[in-house]
């Protein structure tokens, strides 16, 4: 299922745009270590003709499943673009990639994709005041013994060159 918008239908005024679209079909290549698009994306969009293009407005949401950067505990993040807007011009843009109109429709799936990729969490954290994996338990110190690393640094220190 794609955003496809049939541009005969603007003729008669902009057209409302409401319902979700799986992620894996909205970003079916997204691959990362700590943030997985498992939720569908919300979107309530209003497409509207301009003289030079189309200008879709709206919201976009959807909720991440990520893995904390500090503690690797797993967490749901809530992602929303409540201010969602894009101008799509008519004619292609040299050095363009995506072509999102073609023909009567326009296809409205890149355009939402790019913005859903441009506000993924690079490091995401469970909570602003997490304070990453917790130390070494003492138990395990004391079974390793207490001058296991200074032993070695000793030897060292007798070697005489």
């Known amino acids: 299922m794609s955003l496809k918008v049939n541009l005969k239908h603007l003729e008669n005024g902009p057209v409302e745009l409401d319902d979700s679209i799986p992620a894996p079909e909205l970003v079916p290549d997204f691959q990362d270590e700590l943030v997985r698009l498992v939720h569908p994306v919300d979107y309530e969009l209003k497409v509207e003709r ?14 991440l499943e990520c893995d904390c950067a500090r503690c690797l505990k797993t967490f749901i993040l809530p992602l929303e673009l409540p201010e969602f807007a894009a101008l799509i011009p008519f004619e292609k843009v ?18 939402v994709r790019e913005d859903i990729l441009l ?3 690079t490091s995401p954290l469970c909570s602003l005041d997490c ?19 200074a032993s070695a640094w000793s030897a060292l220190d007798k070697l005489k060159l």
């Not at 301009?50 to 909720?63: I, K, N």
């Not at 304070?131 to 690393?149: I, Q, Y």
Request: no cysteine.
């Open 94 to 111: 040299e050095g363009e990639e995506m072509t999102v109109i073609d023909g009567d429709f326009a296809d409205l799936t890149p355009v």
């Open 119 to 121: 506000v993924l969490p």
């Open 131 to 149: 304070r990453g994996l917790k130390p070494k338990t003492e138990a395990r110190d004391l079974h390793l013994g207490e001058s296991s690393s």
């Open 50 to 63: 301009q003289s030079d293009g189309l200008l879709v407005t709206g919201r976009l949401a959807t909720r």
